[in-house]
């Protein structure tokens, strides 16, 4: 992955909302499989050095992915996604919510929307961007996930990302 391909991360209490902007330098289909398949998914859905465990998912309109992020010592912190609209390859959106280990979701949540898009980049290879809006339910729960290190540990986590597609475009 190159550094200089572009990211950008902005939090508008105002509306709630924070919005990050990420390039991967691979294809659009390996960068949708990375986010829409829990094999690929649990490889990179948390900031180092925690990690990813998920226990179901069922990736469709109205399926759910349930899955928790897993400390060093053992420590969960589980979440729930209900998946609210999937259009292939160009974009889902879900409704998110931390949850216990028993799926019983701490509201309020936050809805989540992603977009894809294949682009050239600089070399004339494909790049793919991918746009993410996610408007929170309440301040409260936004200024938690901030307070929590939502910043850093989900750019991290993209980070983790773009090394991770960077080894699986070169097998």
Known sequence: MSSSLPFDFTV???????????????????????????????????????????KFMNFE????RFYAMVSPE???????????SITPKTNFKFAGAFADENENPDLPGSDWDFTFSEQTGSEGDPVTKVSITIKNES??????????????????TLNSLGELLKSLSQK
């Open 12 to 54: 508008d209490k105002s509306t709630k909302t924070v919005f990050v902007n990420r390039v991967f330098d691979a294809e659009l289909s390996l960068v949708w499989d990375a986010f829409t398949k829990p094999e690929i998914l649990d490889q990179w859905w948390a900031p180092k050095p925690w990690s990813s465990k998920t």
């Open 139 to 156: 301040l409260e729960r936004m200024e938690r996930m901030i307070e929590m290190g939502f910043t850093q540990g989900f750019a991290m």
């Open 61 to 64: 309109v109205g399926g759910r």
């Open 74 to 84: 053992g420590a969960a912190r589980w979440s729930i996604q209900k998946y609210t």
